[in-house]
């Protein structure tokens, strides 16, 4: 007689049942847990592995399986997941059961599952102020009064730090006529950046739905790796939730596809040499160093920091009156 735990579809209560064999179990289980006599099949309540005749002779003792009617199928911890979700309990209930389960033996899969479900659920996205939610603003300094204006000022600050570095470049430059020029298309993109308040929109979820990397609800989703066009992986986070999320975010990281150091600069100061400050097409480079035109969000695990191998487009670095004069119309033959 070999003991296990059974349990149905909908159920969360286990029972325990000690079989001979697969149709000794379906027998006693179907009467235990009410189902029909007949189309019942048993799964491995850890990953939905069909159980036959054979392969309930080499279970563990009390290995959990899931009773399961003709028409139903089981997928494991996921499909755990799908019956809490469909309980209207969103709240209290759900987090409940999710916790529950933590408590059984589980496998690391199973785990990260039911602990991403769980912080999903104690979601407090929706306060807004340090008064509603002071967890979320612990460590944070006090003129800060809501999470938007906060994460404004995060994403201000990397922009910041791209700007520092830019200048920092500068001053490897021994040439004092192309350093001038250098310093003076440095404060010029300081300039274009105070404009723009430093781009702090891209955090910011009250700011417009065309400016903003997150949804009104503050949701941001990994625009996956240089060389690819989404993230294969779907990495997604909301650090408005909760104060661990707003940490684990600033961990992603605003990759430039392009590179900064190793390209865009270089490629700055390479235009420099012959040409007068004035022709160098400043837009272009403030595009490419601060903007989301060469700015991807990324996920830690999708930031590679091997060489991009992208270059500059050689068209756009010098203003068009400079590098590519107009030509002129050709005189219509009569």
Known sequence: MKPVKIRSYNGTKKFGVAAKDL?????KGC???RLPSSGVHVSLH???TSVTEEFFTTLPVNTELVLLTQDQTWDGALCEIGNLLGSDQHTSGLIKAAKDLLLDPLSPKRRKILMDLLQKAEDRSELESRDDDEEWFQDIKPRFKTKSAYMEYNCKNRIRSYLTEVKAE???IKDAVTYAKY???SERMEEMLKSANYNGCYFDRTSKESDCLCTKEGWFTCQGAFDEAACQSLHSINPYSSRESRIIFSMWNLDHRIEKKR???PALQGALQNQKSGGINVD????LLFTRENLKLVHIVCHKKSGHNLECDAKKLFKRSMHQPKTKKAKRLK
């Open 31 to 33: 009467k235990l847990l």
């Open 170 to 172: 500068g001053k490897t």
């Open 284 to 287: 272009y480079f403030y595009r």
């Open 263 to 265: 390209t865009i600069i």
């Open 23 to 27: 149709k000794e179990l379906l027998k």
């Open 46 to 48: 850890e990953d939905g």
């Open 183 to 185: 310093s003076k298309i």
